[in-house]
Nanobody, 130 residues
Framework: QVQLVESGGGLVQPGGSLRLSCVAS????????IGWFRQAPGKEREGVSS????????YYADSVKGRFTMSRENAKNTVYLQMNSLKPEDTAVYYC???????????????????????WGQGTQVTVSS
């Protein structure tokens, strides 16, 4: 059974940090590009960060550049999203998603397209508030 499970969300004060994890089961992350998305109440789901499987090229939304860092450990079938200097506008449900990388072209220009991804997790809530 293919599954992605996020964890690490919670309540944090502005300026604080959280590290999200996403663990895959039922498939090998080593063949997939992984994305992090978020969705705030009343807003569309948006791409936050992504990373390719081979060369681990990372992409970030402008709103999180310099604050968020994505990493992956294929041996553990796990990806991480380190979030620093959190702001209230980062409050959202965060999802990880996986897309098979074989034959995938132009990923760097398409990674924010949620329709591209094959598998999704259930999400973890991040709330930034004082």
């Amino acid at each position: 059974q293919v599954q992605l499970v996020e964890s690490g969300g919670g309540l944090v004060q502005p300026g604080g940090s959280l590290r999200l994890s996403c663990v895959a089961s039922g498939f090998s992350m080593g063949y997939y590009n992984i994305g992090w998305f978020r969705q705030a109440p009343g807003k569309e789901r948006e791409g936050v960060s992504s990373m390719t499987n081979g060369d681990a090229m990372a992409y970030y939304a402008d709103s999180v550049k310099g604050r968020f860092t994505m990493s992956r450990e294929n041996a553990k079938n796990t990806v991480y999203l380190q979030m620093n200097s959190l702001k209230p506008e980062d409050t959202a449900v965060y999802y990880c998603a996986a897309v098979y990388s074989g034959g995938l072209r132009g990923y760097g220009n398409r990674w924010t397209n949620s329709g591209l991804y094959d598998y999704w997790g259930q999400g973890t809530q991040v709330t930034v508030s004082s």
